[in-house]
């Protein structure tokens, strides 16, 4: 985003200073389609959108057309992962690289991608200095995501490089996640405070920490500190987005999955300080 400061694009798309958006991992297995349309009638501020196998999160034009359709802006791509989407956009540079131009056709400014596996030779060798010099290319913040060990008999693995965790790699631009923070067993507060400036993306979920699984649960329902990390974000000059990633896969229906998502925008913007003088979708979804 090159051609205004991100409080002037928040300030054209109608947005809070904090803008609390949907991601469309956490309507899985809905269609993108579905993501924009729960995103609209709940009230989120916008949509990230998480490029899979899904032949839409992959257009620009349909994302464009999605984005109009429903008024819901796009906040954020998220990069096809590797063992996910491996014969999405080819290689891991390939990858990235088709994000930020996703990332321009579509009008946002932030790319989420996860570190390299350790295996990812080359790739891994030269991360750090890749992804800067590609947002530098296309002027966008390409946002590195906090992981967690792989515990193989107890014992943790380390299975990506430069680490699982952004703190001291000196990355520009990171994104945090709550439930990878709580599978690591991390204190989330005290990241943010260490990661300071460079947290540029909050995806809004929690974790357990009592198990190796990636659990992206309903903020509040795990151990992780989200509430204070969000009353943090909205005292400090937290300029990002933050992003509903929940798990709703055992949802029973739509009415349910709904009711899943209005409870995680209820809880972020109460803990943003941005309930006041909202009475609008969330309440009438409860």
Not at 39 to 44: E, H, R
């Amino acid at each position: 985003m090159s051609e205004a400061t991100l409080p002037e694009w928040r300030q054209a798309h109608g947005m809070p200073e904090v803008p609390v958006a949907l991601s469309s991992a956490s309507v899985y297995p809905l269609s993108v389609h579905d993501a924009f349309a729960c995103a609209a009638d709940l009230g989120f501020d916008g949509v990230e959108v998480m490029v899979t196998n899904n032949s839409t999160s992959q257009e620009s034009d349909a994302l464009v057309h999605l984005a109009e359709r429903y008024d819901q802006p796009i906040v954020s791509i998220h990069a096809p992962t590797l063992l996910l989407t491996q014969q999405v956009w080819g290689g891991a540079w390939s990858k990235i690289r088709r994000s930020c131009q996703m990332a321009r056709e579509v009008g946002c400014d932030t790319v989420v991608v996860h570190p390299p596996f350790r295996w990812q030779t080359g790739y891994a060798d030269g991360f750090s200095i890749g992804v800067r010099d590609l947002a530098e290319e296309y002027e966008v913040h390409i946002a590195v995501e906090n992981m967690y060990p792989w515990r193989v008999r107890g014992r943790d693995a380390r299975a990506y490089l430069p680490h699982w965790d952004p703190v001291g790699q000196g990355y520009r631009d990171v994104t945090w996640d709550f439930s990878h923070a709580a599978t690591a067993r991390e204190d989330s507060l005290e990241a943010l405070k260490a990661l300071g400036q460079s947290v540029r993306h909050i995806h809004l979920t929690d974790g357990s920490g009592a198990s190796f699984r990636d659990e992206h649960l309903l903020p509040g329902q795990g151990t992780q500190r989200v509430g204070e990390c969000l009353q943090y974000l909205a005292d400090s000059a937290f300029e990002g987005v933050v992003v509903a990633e929940i798990s709703t896969r055992k949802a029973r229906g739509v009415g349910e999955r709904e009711q899943m998502l209005a409870k995680t925008l209820e809880f972020a913007r109460h803990h943003l300080g941005q309930l006041a003088g909202r009475s609008g979708a969330q309440q009438s979804a409860r």
